[in-house]
């Protein structure tokens, strides 16, 4: 069975500074793996997706993740934080045309 | 960009009361989701429909819960007899080939 380890339940950084939000996960199959945020009081949005190629992927807003098989993980990063960039992050595999497994959630918390 | 519409966004009922929750998937989409996140918790998988009937549930889909694709449409997820602990927000999402999920924004369920 598929599981997801978000290591931190909280991050705080001060704005302008690098973060990483960690995630790893435990298949016995190739997966996929996403990130979603989630702003106070609104739904999930996707963030940014593996699902083959480039094991390094970006969103538009700065953010990226390395899909790393040897370690299961597939760490967020941004390397400069605005205060806009707080939010619930959460990581989520699946095992292709199937149900979403999510993580506990990060909340990432930006001070001034 | 299409939109997995869900309504109402927030529903009160009384305990032992039915509830239908509402999703519009993507038009063109051909895999449908239910997800709950309990306050403060993770988002955790109800239920996956694909070709008219259910493709996989999770033990928290009890008989309780039962879902429909009334039309060409619509996507429903209803709750025969609600307890206190239904209390959540409920995501509906949909997918092309079952790894491009898009969620709405929710329906934040209270039972009293």
């Known amino acids: 069975a598929q599981s997801v380890t978000q290591l931190d339940s909280q991050v705080p950084v001060f704005e302008e500074a690098p973060v990483e939000l960690r995630c790893n996960y435990s298949s016995s199959v190739s997966v996929y793996l996403f990130w979603y945020v989630q702003y106070p009081n609104q739904g999930l949005q996707l963030l940014l997706k593996y699902l083959s190629g480039s094991t390094l992927v970006e969103s538009i807003n700065g953010f990226e993740a390395e899909f790393n098989k040897s370690q299961t993980s597939f760490h967020l990063r941004k390397p400069s934080v605005h205060i806009s960039d707080t939010a619930e992050y959460f990581c989520a595999v699946s095992e292709g045309a199937q149900k979403l497994v999510f993580g506990q959630g990060t909340r990432l918390t930006i001070n001034p | 960009e299409p939109e997995v519409t869900q309504t109402p966004s927030h529903q009160v009922t009384q305990m032992g009361q039915e509830v239908i929750l509402r999703c519009v998937p993507i038009?063109?989409?051909?895999?449908f989701y239910w997800y709950r996140q309990i306050l403060g918790q993770k988002v955790e998988f109800l239920v996956s429909f694909y070709n008219n009937e259910i493709s996989e549930k999770s033990e928290i889909f009890d008989d309780q819960f039962s879902v429909e694709r009334p039309d060409g449409s619509n996507f429903t997820l209803k709750i025969r007899s609600t307890k206190l602990e239904d209390s959540a927000m409920y995501f509906c999402?949909?997918?092309?080939?079952?790894?491009?999920?898009?969620f709405g924004s929710g329906t934040r369920l209270t039972v009293v």
């Open positions: 999402a949909s997918s092309v080939r079952g790894y491009g999920y898009t």
């Open positions: 038009s063109n989409h051909l895999y």
